[in-house]
């Protein structure tokens, strides 16, 4: 039995490279290791640069607790389960993160204005 495609199947190609925007997050990571990088080399400034990495995992950190929150009610939706506990944990625990962000986030304010 002979069987011809009709249409001649088509590869698509194109010379045009897509370009995609790096995530949001992953360009903050840049210029922040930009920045740190800069603190320490160019003014001398490691104390400063740790105090903005250590932004960055505090951030870090509550991208994950909302992330587990997140995950525990959409659990509780599928599974009918009560995980108002947990989530109240996570809750918490990100606003513990966020008073840490602000309070480093002011330091480092202050100490930028005196540079």
Do not use: C
């Amino acid at each position: 039995m002979n069987t011809k495609i009709s249409k001649p199947i088509q590869r698509i190609t194109s010379n045009k490279s897509f370009r995609y925007p790096l995530p949001d997050s992953l360009r903050i990571k840049d210029e922040v290791k930009l920045l740190v990088d800069m603190l320490v080399t160019n003014l001398d400034r490691k104390d400063l640069a740790e105090l903005i990495e250590e932004v960055e995992t505090l951030e870090s950190e509550k991208i994950s607790e909302f992330l587990q929150e997140t995950l525990l009610r959409r659990r509780e939706g599928l599974e009918g389960r009560d995980y108002a506990e947990p989530i109240e944990k996570h809750k918490q625990r990100g606003r513990e993160l966020t008073k840490s962000i602000v309070n480093l986030t002011a330091e480092i304010r202050a100490e930028m204005a005196e540079l």
